[in-house]
C-alpha cells in the first residue's frame, strides 16, 4: 500500500495537515486520505500538527 500510493499518499497527508491547522472539518479529507494512506501514516500526520490528545482524569 505505502509504495502504490506513495505520491497520492504525500499530498493527501498534506491536505489533512493543513486542514487540521486552520481548524476546517477534517472529516471529507480524512475519509480521502483513508484511501492512500495507513492509520499510522495518518496518524503520525496528526500528530505533528496537533499534539498528542491525553484525556484529563
Known amino acids: ?3 502504490a500510493h506513495a505520491n497520492k499518499a504525500t499530498e493527501q497527508l498534506y ?4 486542514q487540521a ?3 476546517g472539518n477534517l472529516f471529507e479529507v480524512l475519509m480521502e486520505a483513508g484511501k492512500y494512506c495507513s492509520l499510522g501514516q495518518i496518524s ?6 496537533g499534539g498528542q490528545y491525553r484525556r484529563s482524569m
Open 1 to 3: 500500500m505505502h509504495a
Open 15 to 18: 491536505l489533512l495537515q493543513q
Open 21 to 23: 491547522i486552520s481548524n
Open 44 to 49: 503520525r500526520a496528526l500528530y505533528q500538527v
